[in-house]
T-cell receptor
């Protein structure tokens, strides 16, 4: 069975500062990894994903995440955040077996201050 | 607009009642999953349907059941509602290609269920 741990429930940061949201996973099989973002009163939106190949993946709005197999981590980073990045961020893992069931972490609330 | 539509957006039910939540997926999305998201928590996997058959289930009792239809719509049914069932229920769909990659889910905006 897979599990996902997001180490920080809340991350406050000033605008234009760098940020890292941490995610560790546990799985006995190979997995796909995802980051989703949830704005207030909305569903989840896929931010980026790691399926295979290069361990560094990027989103269109400046976020990036690096898959580290030895540390079983998939931390999300952005070099300079904006007020509009304030949201809940969820790390998720999906196994490569037939069902592709996706398990989510508890979420990290990113709060960007002016 | 994500292409995944859920209805209703909000619902209030009394303990012991039954509820049906609906989801309309994007055309071609043959896999649909339902998640329960309690306040301040991450989504918890309820079950997944692929081509109208349940092919995965989380740690939820049998009073949570579902259906998937050929027209890419689906339902989540909950019987004998309990106060702890109050949550945001999310429908997520994707294309499952045999031997192919998992491209991630497209989520609807959810149905906020309140049980009183």
């Amino acid at each position: 069975a897979q599990s996902v741990t997001q180490l920080d429930s809340q991350v406050p940061v000033f605008e234009e500062a760098p940020v890292e949201l941490r995610c560790n996973y546990s799985s006995s099989v190979s997995v796909y990894l995802f980051w989703y973002v949830q704005y207030p009163n909305q569903g989840l939106q896929l931010l980026l994903k790691y399926l295979s190949g290069s361990t560094l993946v990027e989103s269109i709005n400046g976020f990036e995440a690096e898959f580290n197999k030895s540390q079983t981590s998939f931390h999300l980073r952005k070099p300079s955040v904006h007020i509009s990045d304030t949201a809940e961020y969820f790390c998720a893992v999906s196994d490569l077996t037939g069902g592709f069931k996706t398990i989510f972490g508890a979420g990290t609330r990113l709060f960007v201050k002016a | 607009e994500t292409g995944v539509t859920q209805s209703p957006t909000h619902l209030i039910k009394t303990r012991g009642q039954q509820v049906t939540l609906r989801c309309s997926s994007q055309s071609g999305h043959n896999t649909v999953s339902w998640y329960q998201q309690a306040l301040g928590q991450g989504p918890q996997f309820i079950f997944q349907y692929y081509r109208e058959e349940e092919n995965g289930r989380g740690n939820f009792p049998p009073r949570f059941s579902g259906l998937q239809f050929p027209n890419y719509s689906s339902e989540l049914n909950v019987n004998a509602l309990e106060l702890d069932d109050s949550a945001l229920y999310l429908c997520a769909s994707r294309i499952k290609i045999t031997g192919g990659d998992n491209y991630g889910y497209t989520f609807g905006s959810g149905t906020r269920l309140t049980v009183v």
